[in-house]
């Protein structure tokens, strides 16, 4: 039966704890019909109630999988986002704080990026030279610029793959947002780094010459992630001079000379996979964000391992935390009273063209 939608203020000042009790009762209630999928990057006492977990990769798999009436997306926009294109017209994306985005695919707009494509068109023909590459971290509507130009979408646990086939497609990649993880990516495939040159979106031609342009194999997007800059290649140093049997391991969106310092680099579920397999009593340093580090530090001191988080200062994904215990609660109880609230829906001719370059990317991971 259906009752009046609740407002969210009636949430606001609920204690953590009492979130918890609803959020496990309204869980019961619904049964099969809700599935709760979590990033790695959520606060404890939302992770504590996910069905489903994983990096963006798993996540997109995940979603596509799951037959659940309601995917309540516990992470930010873009990925709601991906689970509205890849299930089916039925189910439902839920993101339980509008205001969960995400900075860096925020740096890359679509009319950022028909600008860049536009500019581009004076040096050469970028539909026959260039194939555009998105990082997931990106809205819909880039997705789906890149289901209409022969282009394809990556996450952090494929860009090499993604790279290879887009090279196999034309000789050059637009990549946006990350320009780190361009780079990165790149590097490993053994691109020289003056053939990979940063496009700067505010700047006519991105600020390059035509010469660098045709010079390029790839043009990468002047965008980054504020948490993962905050790794720095002297905290590196210090943990080696401290403790020279320690092994590093960051996530691809750090600086270039963070990854190249670091022993292994590779999405959160890698990182958290990496550590797993380790030999007991082993240590640690991890560049990447904080309440991942904060879990899994928990999660293998039992195996004698000891984890430590790569910079001196606290830097969260102040956007994945907005996913609270109190939003959460409010949209499973509205659920449960037949109310969907902060539903995520592409319009269906961008989630078309959009599920296009994520079929590209999910048929060669
Ligand atoms: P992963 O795909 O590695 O989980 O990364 C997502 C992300 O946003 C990292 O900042
Ligand atoms: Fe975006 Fe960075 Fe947060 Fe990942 S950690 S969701 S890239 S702002």
Redesign the pocket.
């Known amino acids: 039966m259906q009752h009046e939608a609740i407002d969210f203020e009636h949430y606001d000042l609920l204690q953590d704890e009492a979130c918890a009790q609803r959020i496990i009762e309204a869980k019961k209630m619904l049964g099969k019909r809700a599935v709760i999928l979590a ?3 959520q606060r404890a006492d939302v992770y504590r109630h996910a069905d489903l977990t ?6 997109s798999f995940l979603a596509a999988q799951t037959d659940a009436d309601y995917l309540v997306f516990c992470g ?1 926009h873009f990925m709601a986002e991906v689970a509205d294109i890849l299930s089916s017209p039925q189910q439902v994306a839920i993101l339980p704080d509008m205001s969960a985005g ?1 900075s ?1 695919a925020d740096m890359a707009s679509l009319s950022n990026v028909e600008r860049a494509w536009r500019d581009l068109a004076d040096v050469l023909d970028p539909d026959e030279k260039i194939t555009p590459v998105t990082y ?2 990106s809205a819909a509507d880039l997705k789906a610029f890149c289901g209409e130009h022969g282009g394809i979408v990556c ?3 494929n860009a090499g793959k993604v790279l290879q086939w887009s090279f196999k497609q034309r000789e050059k990649v637009l990549f946006f947002p990350d320009q780190h993880l361009g780079r990165w990516s790149g590097h490993q495939l053994g691109i020289p780094l003056d053939e990979m040159v940063v496009w700067n979106f505010d700047e006519p031609l991105g600020g390059l010459t035509p010469e660098q342009i045709k010079k390029a194999k790839i043009l990468l997007w002047k965008g980054h ?1 504020s ?2 800059q905050m790794f720095q290649p002297h905290h590196i140093i210090r943990f080696r001079n401290q403790h020279p049997d320690g092994i590093v391991i960051s ?3 750090c600086s270039f000379e963070v990854c190249k310092a670091s022993d292994f680099v ?6 958290i996979r990496t550590i797993a397999e380790a030999p007991n009593d082993t240590r640690w340093l991890v560049g ?2 904080l309440n991942l580090v904060s879990r899994i530090t928990e999660e293998f001191k039992s195996q004698g391992k000891i984890i430590q988080f790569m910079s001196p200062m606290v830097c969260m ?1 102040s956007t ?1 935390a907005r996913i609270d215990p109190q939003h959460l609660a409010w949209t499973l109880e509205n659920l449960v009273n037949g109310n969907v609230v902060n539903q995520i829906k592409v319009p269906e001719s961008e989630a078309k063209l959009a599920k296009l370059s994520l079929d590209r990317m999910l048929k060669i991971s």
């Open positions: 990033h790695h990057y994983g990096d963006s990769l798993k996540l930010v995400c860096m997931i971290n996450t952090s646990s992630c948490v993962h996530h691809p969106e590779g999405s959160t579920e890698y990182i990447t964000e994904c994945m």
